[in-house]
T-cell receptor, first 116, second 115 residues
Framework: GAVVSQHPSRVICKSGTSVKIECRSLDFQATTMFWYRQFPKKSLMLMATSNEGSKATYEQGVEKDKFLINHASLTLSTLTVTSAHPEDSSFYIC????????????FGPGTRLTVL | AQSVAQPEDQVNVAEGNPLTVKCTYSVSGNPYLFWYVQYPNRGLQFLLKYITGDNLVKGSYGFEAEFNKSQTSFHLKKPSALVSDSALYFCAVRDGDTGGFKTIFGAGTRLFVKA
């Protein structure tokens, strides 16, 4: 099946710094990628939809200036958490949509962000 | 707007017994339904989906789910549970007609299988 990778898998940073997370579709092209946030023992919350070559669409309540999304190519989307705070600590999961498979979404392994 | 309900936070079952994880949904258009499993500190793994066709869908690892339109349900089942099935299970729905690309997830149900 289609594979989505995320890098890094874990990151620890200091409060006030910025962190970039990469999401790559390895064997298919993804014009659309999604970024989710998962709190401990909670469900996935859709943060934004990332469209190749255009601006991301953010869900209500998600700060677009804080969570910068760039989808520069058909296989790469990045999420940058700017001026990170401890409350940004979470598990971030991306997914990519494969148009050849009933628009099925394939998920990355997730990135654990810890802000000290 | 679409929504998903997983009424049970946790399901406990003995190894070898059948298991059911419940899911109900709400969409205005045609439902595209999915089940995913998540192991600790891992991403989501796809189990199965219903788009169209037979109401009984068979997926990975011996799991199956039945689409019931009248009850708007898509319960996940397995005839004989394994200890290794213990994980967090998510039901998800997308509106096939008008929902665009958004997939909405349920709150998740933690499955514990005891040896």
């Amino acid at each position: 099946g289609a594979v989505v990778s995320q890098h890094p898998s874990r990151v620890i940073c200091k409060s006030g710094t910025s962190v970039k997370i990469e999401c790559r579709s390895l064997d298919f092209q993804a014009t659309t990628m999604f970024w989710y946030r998962q709190f401990p023992k909670k469900s996935l919350m859709l943060m934004a939809t990332s469209n190749e070559g255009s601006k991301a669409t953010y869900e209500q309540g998600v700060e677009k200036d804080k969570f910068l999304i760039n989808h520069a190519s058909l296989t790469l989307s990045t999420l940058t958490v700017t001026s990170a705070h401890p409350e940004d600590s979470s598990f971030y999961i991306c997914s990519a949509r494969d148009f050849s498979s009933y628009n099925e979404q394939f998920f990355g392994p997730g990135t654990r962000l810890t802000v000290l | 707007a679409q929504s998903v309900a997983q009424p049970e936070d946790q399901v406990n079952v003995a190894e070898g017994n059948p298991l059911t994880v419940k899911c109900t949904y709400s969409v205005s258009g045609n439902p595209y339904l999915f089940w995913y499993v998540q192991y600790p500190n891992r991403g989501l793994q796809f189990l199965l989906k219903y788009i169209t066709g037979d109401n009984l869908v068979k997926g990975s690892y011996g799991f199956e789910a039945e689409f019931n339109k009248s009850q708007t349900s898509f319960h996940l089942k397995k005839p004989s549970a394994l200890v290794s099935d213990s994980a967090l299970y998510f039901c998800a729905v997308r509106d096939g007609d008008t929902g665009g690309f958004k997939t909405i997830f349920g709150a998740g149900t933690r499955l514990f299988v005891k040896a």
